[in-house]
């Protein structure tokens, strides 16, 4: 399976931005998803992922309420709707897809739980 992410871009706090990340190869639909995106000199972190069967989702703290993730399972395709950006949104995104089920999200806010990975794509927000 291959990721490739784009969308990102240069934008003002309080402005939004759209992430869409292409699988191909597998089964897209069968997959978990997830984003996590990585500051400077930072762990990479969870922002949100999206289960395969129910299309439950968590979202971190940070973000909750502002981001979304969505999939188009037609289209092969997820996506990261972030609303009312800020400085410290400021970071590489990276999408990710695990094989793994589970009755629960739980395990998709670990990086250990994805095998493939895409890019990344550089998001700044200024202040």
């Known amino acids: 399976v291959q990721l490739q992410a784009s969308g990102g871009g240069l934008v003002r706090t309080g402005d939004s931005l759209r992430l869409s990340c292409v699988a191909s190869?597998?089964?897209?639909?069968?997959?978990?998803v997830a984003w996590f995106r990585q500051a400077p000199g930072v762990q990479r972190e969870f922002v949100a992922a999206?289960?395969?069967?129910?299309?439950?989702?968590r979202s971190a703290p940070s973000v909750k309420g502002r981001f979304t993730i969505s999939r188009d399972n037609a289209e092969n395709t997820m996506y990261l709707q972030m609303n009312s950006l800020k400085p410290e949104d400021t970071a590489t995104y990276y999408c990710?897809?695990?094989?793994?089920?589970?009755?629960?999200?739980?395990?998709?806010?670990?990086?250990?739980?994805?095998?493939?990975w895409g890019q990344g794509t550089q998001v700044t927000v200024s202040s």
């Open positions: 999206m289960r395969s069967s129910s299309g439950d989702t």
């Open positions: 990710a897809a695990s094989p793994r089920r589970s009755d629960t999200l739980n395990m998709y806010y670990s990086r250990a739980a994805y095998d493939w």
């Open positions: 190869g597998g089964t897209f639909s069968r997959y978990a």
